[in-house]
Nanobody, 115 residues
């Protein structure tokens, strides 16, 4: 069974940084496109960033230049470095692993950015 466990969330002031990690177990990590999504209260879950098996990246416009996604196939982890955080970045951040019909989610980690 594939499991994704996020870590690194917390409380940070506006302008600060956080680094979220997603540890993947039970699957073949290198075949998954890894993504980070977020969901704020009352809003739908939205894509923040994703990284393909060959390292190609895609970012939501609102995080472009502030967030950086990466993956380590040897450690089966995906990481997102979040800089210049804003209060509107407050959300639960979810890790996702996708390969065709295989789609897995972590339970999420809360990021709160205070002004």
């Amino acid at each position: 069974q594939v499991q994704l466990v996020e870590s690194g969330g917390g409380l940070v002031q506006s302008g600060g940084s956080l680094r979220l990690s997603c540890a993947v177990s039970g699957g073949l990590f290198r075949i998954y496109t890894m993504g980070w999504y977020r969901q704020s209260p009352g809003k739908q879950r939205e894509l923040v960033a994703e990284i393909t098996t060959i390292g190609s990246t895609n970012y939501a416009d609102y995080v472009e230049g502030r967030f950086t996604i990466s993956r380590d196939n040897a450690k089966t982890t995906a990481t997102i470095q979040m800089n210049s955080l804003k209060p509107e970045d407050t959300a639960v951040y979810y890790c996702n692993a996708n390969f065709g019909r295989q789609n897995y989610w972590g339970k999420g980690t809360l990021v709160t950015v205070t002004s």
